[in-house]
């Protein structure tokens, strides 16, 4: 597709979790990091990026499930409106 949509997501000014595993073979994770530095060149910090460490797609790692974790600061967000300057401090890793 010929659509950059960065610009788009620079735009938002609500929270925007995102979860990845860093084995995730589905996402590179290098994509979520760029997306990450463009927040950070830009001076946003609405970006909410988790990386769970040898978690796969299914943000699994050796049958160990981080789904639950990510629900839950998920609903977290959610309760605050999404609000950026409601929310705790992100859980970036």
Known sequence: M???PIP???KLNI???AGIGEQDESVPVESARFLESKFKESGKS????K??????HRLSDSGVSH??????E???ILQSKGEPHARR???CF
């Open 15 to 17: 929270s925007i979790p």
């Open 89 to 91: 401090d992100p859980p």
């Open 67 to 72: 789904r639950s974790e990510f629900f839950a």
């Open 74 to 76: 998920l609903s977290s």
């Open 8 to 10: 788009d997501f620079l």
């Open 46 to 49: 609405n970006l909410i990026l």
């Open 2 to 4: 010929d659509i950059e």
């Open 51 to 56: 990386v769970y460490p040898g978690a796969d």
